[in-house]
């Protein structure tokens, strides 16, 4: 999974990527001191790998991993070359989703672009450069599509596609609000990588008594949920200061802090839930001697389909799956003992991967 994080200069983006990733981006208070884009990848925690790595005494633990990409700050009139313009929305354009956060605090020591604190104002700020960005994306490919139209009448379809979408982004709509007409359409407009049409985590950014209360009393944080809501989006909150201090502990460590502070989830913890509810993932593991691995899949994968994830041949020659949910295989204490009770079971090409499942797929090519 692939997240691009997005947000107004000094609204706390740079400090939550170093706290997710531990990379050391430049953090300060002042605009536009992220001019590279950084990246960094996150293991995604996962407590069901440790134990089965136990029970197969596996050599390593290979985790399932979200890559992130922080770019600069945006402001209003980015599109139109403000700030540092919006070259850098090119390195966001082939991530999952978008991870958009926003400032919902009052500090006297920390300065807004806009003078003032708005989190809707800063919200419909980013939005509408991205829709710009967007709108230059689809203008350019209706002329590139203009062109090839004259000897190719089949494109003329397309090309109506485009001006429709257009129509929507200079109507200062997201292409997420666009309803598609057919399958093929949508596939369509899914090729186009518009930032617009990719799913957003909105991450509510609080002090840290805020955070405590999950944000229930803070008016700024429910102007953002209800937002949210509204376009089908997901949220939560955190404290970019306090994931940073999270982020130089160890786990045991990690896991006191969090219990003193009252809480339960670190930021990424929230973040990876949100992330893999708005996205429809789940995830499938696999074990052995050598490693125990956890498999990002789409809900509604079949067997097939998620043997793919591990190799191409897993999919082409794929002949069967031995199947254990992974409660059934800890409960029963080895993957014998489960086979004894009748819990592992023999799945076709039909059947559809659940989270959890630890899977051993049989294969010829």
């Not at 390195?91 to 809707?120: K, Y």
Request: charged share 30%; proline share 3%; hydrophobic share 40%.
């Amino acid at each position: 999974m692939k997240l691009g994080i997005v947000g107004l200069p000094n609204v706390g983006k740079s400090t939550l990527f170093n706290s997710l990733t531990k990379a050391g981006a430049e953090s300060a208070n002042y605009p536009f001191c992220t001019i590279d884009p950084n990246i960094g990848i996150v293991s995604v925690p996962d407590e069901r790998l440790n134990k089965l790595s136990q029970l197969y005494n596996s050599e390593k633990i290979l985790p399932a991993t979200i890559e992130f990409v922080d770019i600069a700050g945006l402001v209003k009139g980015a599109s139109k070359g403000e700030g540092l313009g919006n070259q850098f929305l090119s390195n966001i354009r082939e991530v999952d989703a978008i991870l958009h956060v926003v400032r919902c605090f009052e500090d006297p020591n920390v300065v807004h672009v806009e003078g003032s604190v708005d989190p809707l104002r800063d919200i419909e700020t980013i939005n509408l450069e991205l829709i710009l960005s967007d709108l230059e994306i689809v203008d350019k490919r209706i002329a590139k599509s203009a062109k090839a139209a004259k000897s190719d009448k089949s494109i003329a379809k397309e090309i109506e596609i485009l001006k429709t979408l257009k129509d929507h982004l200079e109507n200062e709509h997201s292409i997420r609000s666009y309803e598609a007409n057919t399958d093929d359409e949508q596939i369509f407009i899914d090729s186009l990588n518009l930032l617009t049409n990719k799913p957003v985590v909105y991450a509510t950014n609080v002090l840290e008594d805020d955070l405590i209360s999950d944000g229930v009393d803070n008016p700024f944080v429910k102007e953002v949920r209800d937002f949210a809501s509204q376009e089908g989006s997901e949220t939560f909150v955190i404290c970019a200061k306090i994931e940073q201090e999270i982020s130089e502990l160890d786990d045991e460590e990690k896991k006191l802090f969090l219990e003193d502070l009252g809480i339960s989830s670190s930021g990424l913890d929230k973040l990876i839930k949100a992330s893999y509810s708005l996205l429809g993932l789940i995830s499938y593991l696999t074990a052995g001697p050598k490693e125990t691995r956890a498999w990002t899949i789409t809900k509604g994968t079949k067997a097939p389909g998620a043997a793919g994830k591990i190799h191409t041949d897993f999919e082409r020659g794929f002949i069967r799956a031995e199947v254990v949910s992974y409660n059934d295989l800890i409960d029963s204490g080895q993957y014998t003992s489960a086979k004894e009770k009748g819990l592992v079971r023999l799945e076709g090409k039909d059947y559809v991967v659940q989270d959890g499942d630890v899977i051993l797929f049989r294969f010829n090519v």
